[in-house]
């Protein structure tokens, strides 16, 4: 068991956020201690479920549907299908910026805009708006 100041400290998550995920279910309380809120270890788990989430962009709504943290844990595939084709066409975003980038510090063109090469990076990272 462990109190929320505890919990907060140990996970680097402010205690207002901790009660935040409490209201929306994602974590839940197993008692209180005087006014302190006191969690099971395993919340731990769902920190780091919830932490994992983020980190690939999910909402704190997609984290819930996709691993039951207000139910029962249950992957649920299909989000994370979604999500995973997500930050993939970031990487290849991202990807395309880095070889922009990596263009401009290497071109040989007097002006950038004068460079097929950089014409057509600068096309794929912003196409143009018609």
Known sequence: MID????????????HTLRYYDSRGLITAV??????????????????LIHLGQKVGMSLQQIDAAFGLSSQIAVRRETFNLQAQAVAEQIRHLQTMQALLQHLSACAHAQHLDCPEFQALLNEVLPQQQ
Do not use: E, F, H, M
Request: aromatic share 6%.
């Open 4 to 15: 929320i100041a505890t919990l907060a400290k140990q996970s680097g998550i402010a205690a």
């Open 31 to 48: 008692s209180r201690s005087g006014l302190k809120r006191v969690y099971a270890d395993g919340v731990w788990l769902n920190l780091r």
